[in-house]
């Protein structure tokens, strides 16, 4: 079976500062908004004289404690996790000519990069994250090479594979998601819409392109909240155009909805001690698409979607985890039951 999956492709720079933000050495809490930083100007012509206030300026100095670089991007992730459950899914995206080493890791991993567009000179999407104690997060995100991926024909590569029998659209660039999704269309192959945090790029016309006809609709559930009001739509008037969606909930699980059926909560693994959560939600994702494609119901799937996020929660980085299936299935067992861990199996047994 033959998956492709498209989107970004980043490296993640992750820093971790042990205060809370609000609470950062230096900073000033007479209301003017000065840092230290800015205070150490004194030596500047007309540092003696008070200045204008500029409460839209914001200087936020802080020391971080750890610093981690790690393979990252949503399809590149949701790739990651396909290969270690055994399939050999097909990567589309752009990335820059620093690609090679991470392109050595995810070939020895199982996923097909044939169809990755290296941009000369220039760099793959950098996304930086600072984290404090409590959680919050400052983040940037410089695209680089993404961009390129909007050249990229999911025709090409179906000639190249021999077919393809799903296709992922995972949010990149905004003008890739909706040719992508169009040649998904034209092809009459089915799609799997993820738009993330490209929802407001890509607007009420973009979104309602990219998500009607989709086979499933996976979003987190504040991703679920900004999609119903960039659209407009109900709950119900989502799932109108797609044929299920399904919707994380963290530690709660997922939630799968169809049209004219009672949802249904499947519940998260219990016993998990979190190292790095910023993977899970991608490996949840490499779970349902690897039931999906080999067949199994929507349900089973997300138990596996499941399964392989505790792995990811309790790895450092979205690709660090390992992949014991012996491990897995007994999780799965605990979780869901024998039943569950039988059809689980059957659905592992190319990668046990």
Same mark, same amino acid.
């Given at each position: 079976?033959?998956?492709?999956?498209?989107?970004?492709?980043?490296?993640?720079?992750?820093?971790?500062?042990?205060?809370?933000?609000?609470?950062?050495?230096?900073?000033?809490?007479?209301?003017?908004?000065?840092?230290?930083?800015?205070?150490?100007?004194?030596?500047?012509?007309?540092?003696?004289?008070?200045?204008?206030?500029?409460?839209?300026?914001?200087?936020?100095?802080?020391?971080?404690?750890?610093?981690?670089?790690?393979?990252?991007?949503?399809?590149?992730?949701?790739?990651?996790?396909?290969?270690?459950?055994?399939?050999?899914?097909?990567?589309?995206?752009?990335?820059?000519?620093?690609?090679?080493?991470?392109?050595?890791?995810?070939?020895?991993?199982?996923?097909?990069?044939?169809?990755?567009?290296?941009?000369?000179?220039?760099?793959?999407?950098?996304?930086?994250?600072?984290?404090?104690?409590?959680?919050?997060?400052?983040?940037?995100?410089?695209?680089?090479?993404?961009?390129?991926?909007?050249?990229?024909?999911?025709?090409?590569?179906?000639?190249?594979?021999?077919?393809?029998?799903?296709?992922?659209?995972?949010?990149?660039?905004?003008?890739?998601?909706? =040719?992508?999704?169009?040649?998904?269309? +034209? !092809? @009459?192959?089915?799609? $799997? *819409?993820? %738009?993330?945090?490209?929802?407001? #790029?890509?607007?009420?016309?973009?979104?309602?392109?990219?998500?009607?006809?989709?086979?499933?609709?996976?979003?987190?559930?504040?991703?679920?909240?900004?999609?119903?009001?960039?659209?407009?739509?109900?709950?119900?008037?989502?799932?109108?155009?797609?044929?299920?969606?399904?919707?994380?909930?963290?530690?709660?699980?997922?939630?799968?909805?169809?049209?004219? =059926?009672?949802?249904?909560?499947?519940? +998260? !693994? @219990?016993?998990?001690? $979190? *190292?790095? %959560?910023?993977?899970?939600?991608? #490996?949840?994702?490499?779970?349902?698409?690897?039931?999906?494609?080999?067949?199994?119901?929507?349900?089973?799937?997300?138990?596996?979607?499941?399964?392989?996020?505790?792995?990811?929660?309790?790895?450092?980085?979205?690709?660090?985890?390992?992949?014991?299936?012996?491990?897995?299935?007994?999780?799965?067992?605990?979780?869901?039951?024998?039943?569950?861990?039988?059809?689980?199996?059957?659905?592992?047994?190319?990668?046990?």
């Amino acid at each position: 079976m033959s998956v492709a999956v498209t989107g970004a492709i980043a490296m993640d720079h992750l820093l971790t500062f042990p205060g809370r933000f609000p609470d950062r050495p230096g900073a000033d809490r007479s209301g003017t908004g000065r840092s230290g930083a800015d205070q150490s100007e004194a030596g500047r012509p007309g540092a003696g004289r008070p200045g204008p206030r500029r409460p839209h300026v914001a200087s936020l100095p802080f020391l971080a404690e750890r610093f981690a670089v790690r393979r990252g991007g949503a399809a590149a992730n949701i790739a990651f996790g396909l290969g270690r459950l055994g399939l050999t899914p097909v990567l589309v995206g752009a990335a820059g000519s620093d690609f090679a080493d991470y392109q050595v890791w995810l070939k020895q991993h199982g996923v097909d990069t044939e169809s990755v567009l290296v941009v000369p000179g220039e760099h793959t999407a950098r996304h930086v994250r600072a984290t404090d104690a409590a959680g919050e997060r400052i983040t940037a995100f410089r695209p680089g090479a993404m961009g390129a991926s909007a050249t990229l024909s999911l025709r090409s590569v179906a000639e190249r594979t021999g077919g393809l029998d799903l296709v992922v659209v995972a949010p990149g660039d905004p003008v890739a998601m909706l =040719r992508h999704t169009a040649e998904c269309r +034209a !092809l @009459g192959l089915p799609f $799997v *819409a993820h %738009p993330a945090w490209r929802i407001g #790029a890509l607007g009420r016309a973009g979104l309602t392109y990219c998500v009607s006809g989709a086979r499933c609709l996976v979003t987190g559930e504040g991703e679920a909240r900004r999609l119903r009001e960039a659209t407009g739509w109900s709950g119900p008037g989502v799932l109108e155009r797609v044929g299920a969606w399904v919707t994380t909930l963290g530690a709660a699980g997922a939630r799968i909805e169809r049209a004219g =059926r009672e949802p249904c909560l499947v519940p +998260a !693994l @219990g016993s998990v001690t $979190v *190292a790095e %959560p910023s993977g899970a939600g991608d #490996a949840f994702r490499a779970g349902l698409v690897a039931g999906l494609v080999r067949g199994a119901p929507l349900e089973r799937s997300a138990q596996l979607g499941c399964a392989l996020a505790a792995f990811a929660l309790e790895a450092p980085g979205a690709q660090e985890y390992a992949m014991d299936v012996r491990r897995l299935l007994g999780r799965v067992r605990e979780a869901y039951g024998h039943t569950a861990a039988a059809a689980i199996h059957r659905l592992l047994a190319p990668a046990a």
